[in-house]
Each structure stands twice: as structure tokens, then as C-alpha cells.
């Protein structure tokens, strides 16, 4: 079946650093991605999204990449902060279908 | 805060107890789902509703029965649980459920930790 995942389960990173989280998809039809913040004790929170008609995306410090060709998805957070700490994980769809969610990477802030 | 909330936090329940998980959402989506997180595993998709009216069961055992008794409001009774079904519920909302489900940024509730003895 078609599946979302994530290439580390665990990143750590120095404070202001920049961090790259990356997440692997098979589902080829699949034209909606999203990125979710998760903090110990709390539900996944929205970061940023982006749709299969584009190639990047910009928040504020974070940037959605897509590569369609490899299918690779990645979350690039910049000037990493403690608060950054958090697991984040990827989630797609295709049309109609439901969202699929990864697993999850873990990431770490250090000091 | 995402607009979604969830009650209570923490539970810890025996095998033969019934309880209920509350979800309450203040953003005026007409589309609300759970979802089991359980450790080291993906979030695994329970119940979508789109209008009150319940469009995804995703052969989810029946000692889960939920209920969504308006577009705000969703509800998830628990009844002789297995220690296996401790996990994290959370409950998810987004404006639209797109020809079965999803289909919209889906935002979350801090969710309710489920301990079973």
C-alpha cells in the first residue's frame, strides 16, 4: 500500500543552526502535503502546506520543499530555536483520498 | 490554540468502565475525525464525520462507538477497552471533507491520554 515516511527518526541541532527534516512518500497521485509540529504533550500542530503545483513554499523561517521527480518532501527550519524542539511529521493525500500520516521525526534543539 | 479542544486530558480507566472522550471545535468546520496515536507509530485514522453524518469507519473495533450530535460537537464512548487501547485520542477538524475524507488543512486538539489497566 502506499505509505509516508521519514528518513531519520531523530535530528539533533545546535540553537541557530538550520535544521533539514525530510519525508519520503510513494503515492505518486498525491498532490497535498502538509508538515505538523508536535510538542510533548500536546496535539500535532499545522505548520506550513503545500500543493503539488508547486515546487517551494515559504513561512515565517520555515520553507516547504517538493520534488515530485524523487518524490521527497523536506522542512527546512531556519535560525533553529529551543522551542523548535518538537517531533514533526509529514502527512499527504491524493485527491480524494484520506491523509496519510509519517511517522514522525524527533527533533532536538541543543543549547 | 488550535480552536479544537478536547476533554478531559488524562484518563485512566479499568477494562469493564465506560467513558467518553469530548471534542469540541470553535472554528465552523463542518468536518471532524479521530485519531488513535499510539508510541512509535503513525497516526492512525478512527472516525470522520461531515455534517454529523459519519463517512469514514475505519474498521475500527465496535468498544468504540463515536457520536457527533452536531458539526461542533464529537463524542467518543469507551466500553470494555483493552490495556492495547491505551494511547493518545485526538480528535481533528477541518472546513471541508472532500469526497470521503480529507481534503483540508485538518487541525487538532491537544488530544486525551487513555491509560487502560
Known amino acids: 500500500g502506499e505509505s509516508v515516511g521519514l528518513h531519520l527518526p531523530t535530528l539533533s541541532v545546535q540553537e541557530g543552526d538550520n535544521s533539514i527534516i525530510n519525508c519520503a512518500y510513494s503515492?505518486?497521485?498525491?498532490?497535498?502535503f502538509i508538515w505538523y509540529k508536535q510538542e510533548s504533550g500536546k496535539g500535532p500542530q499545522f505548520i506550513i502546506d503545500?500543493?503539488?503545483?508547486?515546487d517551494k513554499r515559504q513561512g515565517q523561517r520555515v520553507t516547504v520543499l517538493l520534488n515530485k521527480t524523487v518524490k521527497h518532501l523536506s522542512l527546512q527550519i531556519a535560525a533553529t530555536q529551543p522551542g523548535d524542539s518538537a517531533v514533526y511529521f509529514c502527512?499527504?493525500?491524493?485527491?480524494?483520498?484520506?491523509?496519510?500520516f509519517g511517522k514522525g521525526t524527533k527533533l532536538t534543539v541543543n543549547p | 490554540e488550535t480552536g479544537v479542544t478536547q476533554t478531559p486530558r488524562h484518563l485512566v480507566m479499568g477494562m469493564t468502565n465506560k467513558k467518553s472522550l469530548k471534542c469540541e471545535q470553535h472554528?465552523?468546520?463542518?468536518?471532524m475525525y479521530w485519531y488513535k496515536q499510539s508510541a512509535k507509530k503513525p497516526l492512525e485514522l478512527m472516525f470522520v464525520?461531515?455534517?454529523?453524518?459519519?463517512?469514514e469507519n475505519n474498521s475500527v473495533p465496535s468498544r468504540f462507538s463515536p457520536e457527533c450530535p452536531n458539526s461542533s460537537h464529537l463524542f467518543l464512548h469507551l466500553h470494555t477497552l483493552q490495556p492495547e487501547d491505551s494511547a493518545l485520542y485526538l480528535c481533528?477538524?477541518?472546513?471541508?471533507?472532500?469526497?470521503?475524507?480529507?481534503?483540508?488543512?485538518?487541525?487538532f486538539g491537544p488530544g486525551t491520554r487513555l491509560t487502560v489497566l
Open positions: 481533528a477538524s477541518s472546513q471541508e471533507v472532500v469526497a470521503g475524507v480529507g481534503g483540508d488543512t485538518q487541525y
Open positions: 503515492n505518486s497521485a498525491s498532490d497535498y
Open positions: 503545500i500543493r503539488s503545483n508547486m
Open positions: 502527512a499527504e493525500q491524493g485527491g480524494s483520498e484520506k491523509l496519510v
Open positions: 472554528l465552523g468546520h463542518n468536518a
Open positions: 464525520y461531515s455534517l454529523e453524518e459519519r463517512v
